[in-house]
């Protein structure tokens, strides 16, 4: 489960709110403003403004993906995927979305998820509120 909110919405919306977060053993720890309330994503991110590394940038390992759109950012030490970035021009370019999980205060069984189909790169279709059907990837 990532971030949250309206793709890139500012982080000056009124029901943003400042959550902590970090990867299992503590030793990478992060801060991101976002709106609960709206829901998570398995693709809908946020702008990189609302999210700042506040410590263990010595013990982020980065996995790169796809066609190098997007990087996964885990702790070296204990495994834990934190947050992610790339830039990906049908969610408005530049994004950061971040592993609800790692988030201090938020109780998952509370969040709505939305749905977008990255799997199909099928952005345009926007979210919806149940998941999209799986279907066989794309031969490449």
């Keep these: 489960m990532e971030s949250s909110g309206d793709e890139h919405a500012s982080s000056s919306t ?3 709110k400042k959550h902590v977060g970090s990867c299992h053993c503590g030793a990478v720890r992060f801060e991101v403003d976002i709106d609960v309330g ?3 994503s398995r693709c809908n991110c946020r702008k990189p403004d609302a999210f700042a590394l506040v410590a263990g940038k010595e013990s982020v390992g980065e996995y790169v993906w796809g066609a190098s759109v997007s ?3 885990f702790c070296k030490h204990c ?8 830039h990906l021009a049908q969610l408005g370019g530049d994004f950061v979305s971040v592993n609800f999980n790692c988030l201090d205060d938020i109780d998952l069984t509370q969040i709505k ?6 799997r199909n790169n099928n952005w345009a ?3 919806r509120d149940e998941p999209w059907p799986l279907s066989a990837p794309a031969s490449r």
């Design 71 to 73: 990087s996964r950012f």
């Design 38 to 40: 709206k829901g998570a």
């Design 79 to 86: 495994g834990t995927y934190c947050y992610g970035s790339g």
């Design 14 to 16: 009124s029901a943003t």
């Design 125 to 127: 279709a926007g979210p």
């Design 113 to 118: 998820i939305i749905y977008w189909d990255g």
